[in-house]
């Protein structure tokens, strides 16, 4: 049975630090990885983090420095460390296995997605 569950989101001023988790199980990594993605209001779903098959992570440009996507292999769990945090940050937090995003909306119909946990950040 595959499981994908978020949680850790919340209410944090600026320039303060969350960190999001993701129970993920049930399947086998495949080449999309494991990623987090995030829709703010009245925004496309965006990509923020990835960890490969190989365990490299990437960042898209505006989290770089600021967020730190990691894997326990042994919990089964992925954790997005966010620090710095802006009011651009605000948004719905996915996480993802095996999956992307296919049109402007998160969650997808690829892949395995997490049923979201708001991040707001305060001014």
């Known amino acids: 049975q595959v499981q994908v569950v978020e949680s850790g989101g919340g209410l944090v001023q600026r320039g303060g630090s969350l960190r999001l988790s993701c129970l993920a199980s049930?399947?086998?990594?495949?080449?999309?990885?494991l990623a987090w993605y995030r829709q703010a209001p009245g925004k496309e779903c965006e990509w923020v983090a990835v960890?490969?098959?190989?365990?490299?992570?990437s960042y898209t440009d505006s989290v770089k420095g600021r967020f730190t996507a990691s894997l326990d292999n042994a919990k089964n769990t992925l954790y997005l460390q966010m620090n710095s945090l802006k009011a651009e940050d605000t948004a719905v937090y996915y996480c993802?296995?095996?999956?992307?995003?296919?049109?402007?909306?998160?969650?997808?119909?690829?892949?395995?997605w997490g049923q979201g946990t708001q991040v707001t950040v305060s001014i």
């Open positions: 993802v296995a095996n999956g992307r995003r296919t049109g402007t909306n998160c969650p997808s119909d690829i892949g395995y």
């Open positions: 049930g399947f086998t990594t495949d080449g999309a990885g």
């Open positions: 960890i490969s098959v190989d365990g490299t992570t």
